[in-house]
C-alpha cells in the first residue's frame, strides 16, 4: 500500500469524525434534552384549544348536512311496517 492511499484512508476516517463530533457537539449542547425529546417525540401533533373548538364546529356542520341530505329507509327481509326492522342510512347511492 502507497503512503498517500493510506493518507487518503485516513483523511476520509477524519471527515467522518468530525461529522459524528459535530453532531454529538450539537446534542450535548444547551437545551440537549430538548432538541434529544423532539426528534424522538411520535404520535399526535399538539392542537392548541381555539383550533381544536374550530375543527369540531367544522365537523359538527359537516355531519348535521350530511345528516338532511338524504336519509332513506331501508327494510331487511320480510318485516311488516312499525315492527322495528327499518334501518336508516346516512347514504344514498
Same mark, same amino acid.
Given at each position: 500500500?502507497?503512503?498517500?492511499?493510506?493518507?487518503?484512508?485516513?483523511?476520509? *476516517? $477524519?471527515? $467522518?469524525?468530525?461529522?459524528?463530533?459535530? +453532531?454529538?457537539?450539537?446534542?450535548?449542547?444547551?437545551?440537549?434534552?430538548? $432538541? !434529544?425529546? %423532539?426528534? *424522538?417525540? #411520535?404520535?399526535?401533533?399538539? +392542537?392548541?384549544?381555539?383550533? #381544536? +373548538?374550530?375543527?369540531?364546529?367544522? +365537523?359538527?356542520?359537516?355531519?348535521?348536512?350530511?345528516?338532511?341530505?338524504? !336519509?332513506?329507509?331501508? !327494510?331487511?327481509?320480510? &318485516?311488516? %311496517?312499525?315492527?322495528? &326492522?327499518?334501518?336508516?342510512?346516512?347514504?344514498?347511492?
Amino acid at each position: 500500500m502507497d503512503i498517500f492511499d493510506v493518507l487518503s484512508e485516513i483523511q476520509d *476516517e $477524519r471527515q $467522518r469524525l468530525d461529522k459524528v463530533i459535530t +453532531m454529538l457537539e450539537y446534542f450535548a449542547g444547551p437545551h440537549a434534552d430538548c $432538541r !434529544v425529546l %423532539a426528534v *424522538e417525540t #411520535r404520535g399526535r401533533k399538539y +392542537m392548541p384549544l381555539q383550533e #381544536r +373548538m374550530r375543527a369540531s364546529q367544522r +365537523m359538527k356542520e359537516y355531519w348535521a348536512r350530511k345528516r338532511t341530505e338524504g !336519509v332513506e329507509t331501508v !327494510v331487511y327481509g320480510p &318485516a311488516q %311496517a312499525g315492527s322495528g &326492522a327499518e334501518a336508516k342510512h346516512d347514504r344514498t347511492e
